[in-house]
């Protein structure tokens, strides 16, 4: 049974830049949220999406914006990229819209430079 | 208010000692308390959660309290091993499914 995966693993970006993560949720979920979790702190909320839309979101600029596919992965792209983004950005997946245990993947390390 | 405040920042224990970290909530709203253990690299990994109709839970060494009136719980790590060195996290979930995490408690087990 695969668990949450997460590509890639790590990315360098430079300031200005775009850049894209992706996320395939547990066998049997689908619901995917998106955390950032800045060094030495605990993830914070970005957004969740089930049913291929956004269901909630976070204190996070329009910068950030999601999508998920009909087979329930999910992307999380970022624009416009300032020095601040950079981060762990962790994928969790969770079972219907109520779903309360979620599973995180191991996470995509963003440096922004 | 959909803090949720965790102490100590870090913790220094004995091998085969209690390691207690204790964590608050404002929130009436909440209603699932799921405690994460992190290592270094890798993403948070659901440990233990409770439901405020219940005062704690147990499973093996790891044993969650919950004060519902003083709207704090707790997480007990008996026998803490060398292995169970990590950060922890005590977080909260109200029905908008947002996951609101405290800021993690650095462990060590001391060997």
């Known amino acids: 049974d695969a668990g949450v995966t997460q590509s890639p693993t790590h990315l360098i970006k430079t300031r200005g830049q775009q850049v894209t993560l992706r996320c395939s949720p547990k066998?049997?979920?689908?619901?995917v949220s998106w955390y950032q979790q800045a060094l030495g702190q605990g993830p914070q909320f970005i957004f969740q999406?089930?049913?291929?839309?956004?269901?909630q979101r976070g204190n996070f600029p329009d910068r950030f914006s999601g999508h998920q596919f009909p087979n329930y992965s999910s992307e999380l792209n970022v624009n416009a990229l300032l020095l601040g983004d950079s981060a762990l950005y962790l994928c969790?997946?969770?079972f219907g819209a109520g779903g309360f245990e979620q599973y995180f993947g191991p996470g995509t390390r963003l440096t922004v430079t | 208010q959909q803090q949720v405040k965790q102490s100590p920042q870090s913790l220094i224990v004995q091998k085969g000692g209690i390691s207690i970290i204790n964590c608050a909530y404002e929130n009436t709203a909440f209603d699932y308390f799921p405690w994460y253990q992190q290592f270094p690299g890798k993403g948070p990994a659901l440990l233990i959660a409770i439901r405020p109709d219940v005062s704690e839970k147990k499973e093996g060494r790891f044993t969650i309290s919950f004060n519902k009136s003083a709207k704090q719980f707790s997480l007990h790590i008996m026998d803490s091993q060398p292995g169970d060195s990590a950060t922890y996290f005590c977080?909260?979930?109200?029905?908008?499914?947002?996951?609101?995490f405290g800021k993690g408690t650095r462990l060590h087990i001391l060997p």
């Open positions: 977080a909260a979930n109200g029905e908008d499914d947002k996951i609101i």
């Open positions: 999406y089930y049913e291929e839309e956004e269901r």
């Open positions: 969790a997946s969770s």
């Open positions: 066998s049997g979920h689908d619901t």
